[in-house]
C-alpha cells in the first residue's frame, strides 16, 4: 500500500513567520512530487512541484525533496492570513498503467494577523 | 489561463438513481482523471484515462462507475445506482504531462 503522511494539524503560525509543512511517503519507486493548497470547499490548486532532490524555490514558497529520507517539505515564507489553508502533498509512483496522484489527508494551516 | 469546466456543480439525488457528472477539460491535454473526496477526508484517485480508454483505476472504481469521453471535449463520469456513502465532492483534472489542473469539483449528495 503506498502510502502519504501528512500531520493533520493545524499548525498556527504568526503573520509574517515561516509555515513548515511536511510529508513522507512510503514508496522507493515515487518520482515527482506535489504540494497543493486546498480551501474549504474548494478544488486543490497546485502550489508547485518537484522532481529532483534538494530545494526548489518559487516566491515565497520553497519545496524541499530527500528521497534517501523519503521525505517533502513545503516552507511558505512570510505568511499571510490568506495562505490559511489545507496544504496536501500529493505523489506520484509510475506504475505500468499511469501516473495517478496519491495525496496525503492534508495539514491544515492557520495564519494568524 | 484554461480551466477545467465541471457541471453540475452540485447535484442531489436519491440513493439508487443514476447520475452523470460533466468535465470539459483543457483542449490540449491528454490524460483525464476523476477523484472524490468525501467531507473530511483525503483526496482519492478513481479512475485515469487516455486515448479514449481507461489507462489506471483504483479499488474504489467498481461496476457501479464508468467513464465515457463521448464527443472529444467532454468527459463523463456515470455513477449507477447511487449509494449515500457516494456522498463527495467530485473532482475532474486533466494534464498534458504531470501539470495537473483541477475542476472546480461537483458536490454529490445522496439522500
Known amino acids: 500500500q503506498k502510502e502519504v503522511e501528512q500531520n493533520s494539524g493545524p499548525l498556527s503560525v504568526p503573520e509574517g513567520a515561516i509555515a513548515s509543512l511536511n510529508c513522507t511517503y512510503s514508496d522507493r519507486g515515487s518520482q515527482s512530487f506535489f504540494w497543493y493548497r486546498q480551501y474549504s470547499g474548494k478544488s486543490p490548486e497546485l502550489i508547485m512541484f518537484i522532481y529532483s532532490n534538494g530545494d526548489k524555490e518559487d516566491g515565497r514558497f520553497t519545496a524541499q525533496l530527500n528521497k534517501a529520507s523519503q521525505y517533502v517539505s513545503l516552507l511558505i515564507r512570510d505568511s499571510q492570513p490568506s495562505d490559511s489553508a489545507t496544504y496536501l502533498c500529493?505523489?506520484?509512483?509510475?506504475?505500468?498503467?499511469?501516473?495517478?496522484?496519491?495525496f496525503g489527508k492534508g495539514t491544515s494551516l492557520l495564519v494568524t494577523p | 489561463e484554461p480551466e477545467v469546466t465541471q457541471t453540475p456543480s452540485h447535484q442531489v439525488t436519491q440513493m439508487g438513481q443514476e447520475v452523470i457528472l460533466r468535465c470539459v477539460p483543457i483542449?490540449?491535454?491528454?490524460?483525464f482523471y476523476w477523484y472524490r473526496q468525501i467531507l473530511g477526508q483525503k483526496v482519492e484517485f478513481l479512475v485515469s484515462f487516455y486515448n479514449n480508454e481507461i489507462s489506471e483505476k483504483s479499488e474504489i472504481f467498481d461496476d457501479q462507475f464508468s467513464v465515457e469521453r463521448p464527443d472529444g471535449s467532454n468527459f463523463t463520469l456515470k455513477i449507477r445506482s447511487t449509494k449515500l456513502e457516494d456522498s463527495a465532492m467530485y473532482f475532474c483534472?486533466?494534464?498534458?504531462?504531470?501539470?495537473?489542473?483541477f475542476g472546480s469539483g461537483t458536490r454529490l449528495t445522496v439522500v
Open positions: 500529493a505523489v506520484i509512483t509510475p506504475s505500468n498503467s499511469g501516473y495517478a496522484l496519491n
Open positions: 483542449s490540449n491535454h491528454l490524460y
Open positions: 483534472a486533466s494534464t498534458l504531462n504531470y501539470g495537473y489542473t
